[in-house]
């Protein structure tokens, strides 16, 4: 199949775009996390029941998963700032009303409507760097920075969570969100170019069909900690999601005039695989944080302010790794980064395999930071480029949502099974209850580290191996 690169005109101010694309994907990445530190105290002062607390992260993990397709075609189909005006201030807006919660139902529904914002915000933000610089060396450095963000972002919403709770209130974990986006909405508006497809025509039915089956996957995964895997609800909602998926490919391969997806898309290996690779990715990093923060805490006995503190390593490392990453894509394509970056981030992760309950932080949890941080911004950086090169810019949107949609549901699916394995083991040991606490968590985080290596014998299998092109190389 021949591949269309379509030439992008470079944006008037290009650090202006990459500053709002940078504070977009900011907002969403660190309230993944930021919120995680604070549940005991939200618990707390209102009121929640302690099976229901766990609503104010499902909330926002049904909207947001279920929606990320979707709000990548509304880029396209309305144009980037539109959307990104849009998804800022309705951001900005919830995260105000969440603070601002008095009982557990406002904040429930404020995260809830705060998720549906992130699906819009999270794809627009890729789709901007797609549609406003050129392949080569310009996009690639844009993308360094925008991979960077998301790495860092994601370590450091522990530690903002942790010093905001600790210092000030739970309530600024959502407070801290208004100010960056009322600085975010005028530089959109100056900055990020209207780009899209003059009448907008949006494909309801493939719009209801993949948003319910993609929620009806996520219920069913985040539910599992009151439905085991088994489970005659599980395996419901588990059909369901698949046969609305089967509803959705007919609709869009027979029915739709202007499909939502066009799956002629997905016969682009590079984006194919990219999307295959980012969520085994996410299937194992994003329930190795969650593990990480509970073992500094649970066993560890760590303040949350220090759990996110020890998160700092990991976000250096990141960056490190984004800026290897990206030099390795300019010099020899997005092959040889992806696969060794996934090569020591399985590593890595695998390492906090070998957890103590004695030897703190250095004796446990430096080097596996260290190796496993630096492969994981090599692969994330090398990940994106692949997917996104030759993406026509009328269909950046759409392979953004897919990448993220991919990124979203492998956490989803990664997290839930490693708790439930993290929890088996610990129920399941002799040992005294701290030592039952860190076997589980020290198998939680060695099925992660499979779980990525997956990922790295898929990519040495079936990712292209395109070299860089020597005129572009950076």
Do not use: K
């Not at 990445?29 to 766990?54: C, E, K, M, Y």
């Amino acid at each position: 199949m021949t591949t269309t690169t379509a030439t992008t005109p470079a944006p008037a101010r290009p650090g202006l775009v990459l500053t709002v694309v940078c504070l977009c994907q900011l907002m969403v990445v660190l309230d993944i996390t930021v919120v995680n530190v604070a549940l005991p105290s939200i618990r707390d002062d209102l009121g929640f029941h302690a099976s229901d607390l766990q609503w104010v992260v499902n909330a926002y993990t049904l909207t947001f998963g279920g929606l990320l397709l979707l709000g990548g075609r509304v880029a396209d189909l309305f144009g980037q700032r539109t959307a990104a005006i849009a998804g800022l201030s309705v951001f900005g807006l919830t995260s105000l009303a969440g603070g601002l919660a008095t009982e557990p139902g406002q904040l429930v529904a404020a995260r809830a409507v705060q998720g549906v914002s992130g699906a819009l915000l999270l794809p627009v933000s890729l789709t901007v760097i797609t549609t406003s610089f050129a392949e080569g060396p310009e996009r690639r450095r844009a993308l360094g920075v925008w991979a960077a963000v998301m790495g860092v972002g994601g370590a450091a919403g522990v530690l903002l969570g942790g010093a905001l709770t600790e210092w000030l209130d739970w309530r600024w974990v959502f407070f801290v969100n208004v100010p960056i986006a009322a600085v975010a909405v005028p530089l959109a508006v100056a900055g990020i170019r209207n780009l899209h497809r003059g009448r907008p025509r949006l494909d309801v039915a493939g719009a209801v069909l993949v948003t319910a089956a993609t929620t009806s996957l996520v219920y069913a995964v985040v539910r599992t900690d009151r439905h085991g895997w088994g489970s005659a609800h599980t395996l419901g909602f588990l059909g369901l999601a698949v046969a609305l998926g089967a509803a959705f490919v007919l609709v869009e391969a027979r029915f739709a005039a202007e499909p939502l997806v066009r799956l002629g898309l997905l016969r682009q290996r590079s984006l194919a695989v990219a999307c295959v690779l980012v969520f085994f990715i996410a299937l194992g990093q994003f329930g190795a944080f969650y593990l990480a923060s509970l073992y500094l805490q649970n066993v560890l006995s760590y303040t949350p302010l220090e759990a996110g503190l020890a998160f700092v390593p990991f976000s250096v490392g990141t960056v490190v790794g984004t800026v290897v990453g990206m030099r390795l894509v300019a010099a020899r394509g997005p092959w040889l980064p992806v696969a060794g970056g996934l090569a020591l981030t399985a590593v890595g992760i695998g390492w906090f395999g070998l957890i103590r309950t004695e030897g703190g932080f250095v004796g446990n949890m430096l080097g596996p930071s260290v190796v496993g941080s630096i492969g994981l911004g090599a692969c994330l950086v090398a990940n994106t480029s692949m997917g996104t090169t030759g993406v026509d810019p009328a269909e950046a949107g759409l392979a953004s949502g897919l990448l993220n949609a991919a990124r979203q549901i492998g956490g989803s699916i990664g997290l839930a099974i490693l708790v439930a394995i993290a929890g088996a083991v610990t129920r399941h040991h002799d040992g005294p209850p701290l030592e039952a606490l860190n076997a589980g968590y020290a198998r939680g985080f060695l099925v992660s580290g499979c779980l990525i290596a997956v990922a790295a014998l898929i990519c040495l299998v079936a990712a292209p191996r395109d070299r860089a092109p020597a005129a572009t190389a950076a």
